[in-house]
């Protein structure tokens, strides 16, 4: 249970590390190979730019399980509590349903590529590989959206927070 509970609250954020480890020693490489062995290497580029598709995929869900997403929590505080609870609710739903749109359409992308078969450039990598990060964020943020959902429900009627 408690290896389920630490994936639970660490996931995301251990791959975003492992994600800027890699930027940042690939980049290193490169510019210790172009600035003092003359001789610049061709892959770093490409692969520091999949690394950063990838780890912004990854904090989709990671924004979610924080609150840190985007908000217009200004207008929500002239609101009463209880209306501001429903708006939020909703606004959680209607994500809900554009992750799930989002999600079934990256499916397409990436299965297309895969038929298809093409390759990056430099590294050879198959784009297909590049493009799932699409599908693993919108689920990460499709699960994380669910469990704010829950915890919204289940917490709808707790005591309510009164207005300053």
């Keep these: 249970m408690r290896l389920i509970k630490w994936i639970d609250e660490n996931l995301e954020e251990v791959f975003l590390i492992i994600l800027l480890v890699l930027i940042a020693s690939v980049?290193?490489?490169?510019?210790?190979?172009?600035?003092?062995?003359?001789?610049?290497?061709?892959?770093?580029e490409e692969f520091c730019r999949y690394c950063y598709v990838w780890s912004v995929f990854?904090?989709?869900?990671y924004t979610i399980r924080k609150g840190n997403m985007l908000r217009?929590?200004?207008?929500?505080?002239?609101?009463?509590?209880?209306?501001?609870?429903?708006?939020?609710?909703?606004t959680n739903i209607i994500c809900l349903i554009i992750y799930i749109a989002f999600l079934a359409n990256s499916l397409t992308v990436v299965i297309l590529l895969?038929?298809?078969?093409?390759?990056?450039?430099a590294i050879r990598l198959p784009m297909y590989i590049v493009y799932l990060c699409?599908?693993?964020?919108?689920t990460f943020a499709l699960i994380r959206t669910i469990q704010?959902?829950?915890?919204?429900?289940?917490?709808f009627n707790s005591a309510k927070e009164e207005k300053a």
């Design 58 to 61: 990854f904090s989709l869900g």
């Design 114 to 121: 895969k038929n298809i078969g093409q390759t990056s450039t």
């Design 148 to 155: 704010v959902l829950f915890n919204m429900i289940k917490m």
């Design 72 to 90: 217009l929590s200004i207008i929500m505080d002239h609101f009463p509590v209880i209306v501001g609870k429903i708006i939020s609710l909703l």
């Design 27 to 44: 980049m290193l490489l490169q510019v210790f190979m172009r600035k003092i062995m003359n001789n610049s290497l061709s892959w770093p």
């Design 134 to 138: 699409t599908c693993i964020g919108f």
